[in-house]
């Protein structure tokens, strides 16, 4: 298991736990607030988004869905 997933890293894990949601919902979600997420010190316009946050979201998204 990673320390911190890129978005794009992090919609692939979701998706392959069988929770569907695109990059863009996921930015929408973390500029919310609903996503804890920093950005990278040596890349700003990218986001990190912790592995606790997978851990966490997985199964509120299967119950919503």
Do not use: C, N
């Not at 890129?6 to 392959?16: C, D, G, H, I, Y």
């Not at 609903?34 to 040596?42: G, H, I």
């Amino acid at each position: 298991m990673r320390a911190f997933y890129s978005v794009r890293e992090f919609r692939a894990e979701l998706k392959s736990r069988g929770v569907d949601v695109t990059e863009k919902a996921i930015r929408h979600y973390i500029e919310r607030g609903r996503l804890k997420a920093q950005k990278d010190v040596l890349r700003p316009s990218r986001w990190l988004i912790p592995s606790s946050e997978l851990d966490r979201v997985t199964p509120l998204a299967r119950q919503a869905s």
